[in-house]
């Protein structure tokens, strides 16, 4: 897959559950945290787009757990972007840095709401541009 953005990432204990695993759920929150700096990058605040009334929403996803990440593991969070109808559609993946075998695989769906009603966003658009493809 080619990705148009990338960071790097630690594993913290306290997000590893009594089987010495990164718990599920802390997934999810790689891949939040992975949005919002490509945002930054974009030239977008989450925070000030939601003060101008339009706020991105996760409609839906599909996650997939390939090989746990463990204490102190360092990774890669990449992401593509394709649009499909009013859809943003991220495709995540996280590697392990050390072999750089994937370990999660997720495809996410964020809608916009504009003064609370779906919508389109215009500077979201503006924004990706240089990085949507059509479906």
Avoid: W
């Avoid at 757990?65 to 102190?72: A, I």
Wanted: glycine residues 6%; charged residues 30%; contains cysteine.
């Amino acid at each position: 897959m080619k990705y148009i953005f990338e960071t790097q990432m630690e594993v913290r204990d306290y997000e590893c559950d009594i089987e010495g695993i990164v718990n599920n759920a802390n997934y999810v929150h790689y891949c939040e945290h992975t949005r919002h700096l490509f945002l930054q990058q974009c030239g977008l605040s989450f925070a000030d787009m939601h003060a101008k009334g339009v706020d991105a929403v996760v409609a839906r996803m599909t996650l997939q757990y390939k090989m746990p990440l463990r204490p102190d593991d360092v990774f890669y969070s990449r992401l593509n972007l394709k649009k499909d109808g009013i859809k943003y559609v991220f495709y995540q993946d996280l590697y392990r840095a050390s072999d750089e075998k994937i370990c999660f695989r997720g495809k996410i769906e964020l809608v916009c709401l504009v003064n609370g009603r779906l919508g389109v966003s215009e500077d979201y658009d503006r924004a990706f541009a240089k990085y949507l493809e059509e479906e």
